[in-house]
């Protein structure tokens, strides 16, 4: 008996398994599977559930929060300006609302959409590692390195930007190193 119900427990953690998948570059997306318009982008590190694979497109789902004032964009908490995914204006996305923010905080939402099919990563481990590296190695040449808790998260997207143009720094992996420096600013906040 005790068998069993262990056999069945593995067996519906397998099958409700999600397929959560992160990418270290920006990847475009979609609104229908065939469209060749790019409608949004989704940036690096930020986790995504892959619900179906079909040639060279993914359907994801991604979950995030929604200021009411700028409802094109997705963002990773709800009160901070740490993007996950953008869209241009004025397309229509047919969010799923999941909670409502109070007191000024924003909407918790999830939205379902297609994507470009890449060499996703498992987890963001490697790529944040990697951004850590960048930052390290470009960063601190001509002055002593600025430590990522100098800047809350929403300045440093200008402040990176500002001085990225005096490195070797690649363009794709600008919005990797901007997620990491977010995602370590001093008044991150995971929620
Ligand atoms: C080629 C040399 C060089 C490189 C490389 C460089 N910086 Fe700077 N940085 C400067 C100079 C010079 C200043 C002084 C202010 C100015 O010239 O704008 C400065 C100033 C700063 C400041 C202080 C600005 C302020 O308003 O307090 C920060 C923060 C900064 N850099 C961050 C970075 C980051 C992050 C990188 C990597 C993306 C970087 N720097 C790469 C030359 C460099």
């Given amino acids: 008996m005790k068998r069993i119900f262990i056999s069945l427990f593995i067996l519906a953690t397998f099958l409700w398994a999600k397929n959560i998948a992160y990418s270290d570059e920006v990847i475009s997306l979609y609104l229908n599977q065939n469209d060749?318009?790019?409608?949004?982008?989704?940036?690096?590190?930020?986790?995504?559930?892959?619900?179906?694979?079909?040639?060279?497109?993914?359907y994801i789902k991604i979950n995030g929060y929604l200021n009411p004032k700028s409802p094109s964009v997705i963002y990773f908490n709800n009160s901070q300006r740490i993007i996950v995914a953008a869209f241009s204006k004025n397309t229509k996305l047919n969010f799923s609302y999941i909670k409502k923010g109070k007191n000024g905080k924003w909407d918790q939402v999830s939205l379902k959409i297609w994507a470009d099919k890449k060499d996703f990563a498992k987890d963001n481990k490697k790529m944040l590692k990697r951004a850590k590296e960048l930052f390290t190695n470009n960063c601190g040449i001509c002055h002593t390195l600025h430590s990522e808790k100098e800047f809350n998260a929403n300045a440093w997207p200008s402040v990176f930007r500002s001085m990225v143009n005096r490195t070797g720094i690649d363009k794709k992996d600008q919005w990797l190193i901007i997620e990491y420096l977010q995602k370590n600013a001093k008044d991150f906040k995971t929620k």
Avoid: H
């Fill in 36 to 58: 060749t318009k790019v409608i949004g982008r989704l940036l690096p590190t930020n986790a995504f559930e892959i619900l179906k694979d079909q040639n060279d497109k993914v």
